[in-house]
């Protein structure tokens, strides 16, 4: 019986001018594991990450997911196929609660208006199902970094991650 790979990289390669950032690279991953990346500064392990999540184009190489080649040739591809991302430098809008940062792009609506309260128990929801504690009507400027990453976190999850890249 052949191994059950959630995620397969197969080949990957990717030049930008003047460097070669990967060549030939395989990953695969099952479900239910937990990877690290591990090189020094211009490896590529971002580049990888970034290809896995659309925001870059292999120029070889092929993605496999649950043994079926996709195309992911953006973030929004790549979320609809269950993958989600924590960038390093948080894509979080200070100005607005937490709920409201969770919701982005996918607000609920009632009347033609976003369902304020639907928002904040989405986002208790899934902040319950994972254990973390965050305060839905907070605003996203007065937490402290670890609070930002467990938003960051949760924001992917209530969009269907099945692949979580840190």
């Known amino acids: 019986m052949a191994e059950q790979y959630r995620l397969e ?3 990957v390669s990717k ?4 460097v070669k950032a990967l060549d030939g690279i395989n990953l695969k991953v099952r479900p239910g594991t937990v990877h690290a990346l591990m090189g020094e500064n211009g490896a590529g392990k971002s580049t990888l990450m970034k290809i896995l999540f659309g925001e870059e184009v292999p120029d070889y190489g092929r993605i496999l997911l649950n043994n079926e080649e996709v195309k992911i040739d953006n973030p929004m591809t790549a979320i609809r196929y269950g993958i989600g991302m924590v960038h390093q ?5 200070p100005s607005l609660t937490v709920a409201e940062n969770m919701i982005m792009g996918m607000e609920p609506k009632r009347l033609g208006l ?3 309260e639907k928002a904040v128990k989405m986002c208790r929801e899934v902040a319950e199902k994972y254990n ?3 305060n839905p009507v907070a605003k996203v400027g007065s937490l402290p970094v670890g609070v930002k990453q467990k938003v960051e976190i949760l924001k992917a999850l209530l969009r269907g991650a099945k692949i979580l890249i840190l």
Do not use: Q, R
Not at 15 to 18: A, H, I, L, R, V
Not at 89 to 93: D, R, V, Y
């Open 89 to 93: 430098h948080f894509m979080l809008a």
């Open 132 to 134: 973390f504690s965050v």
């Open 9 to 11: 990289m197969i080949g």
């Open 114 to 116: 976003i369902d304020s």
């Open 15 to 18: 030049s930008f001018p003047g």
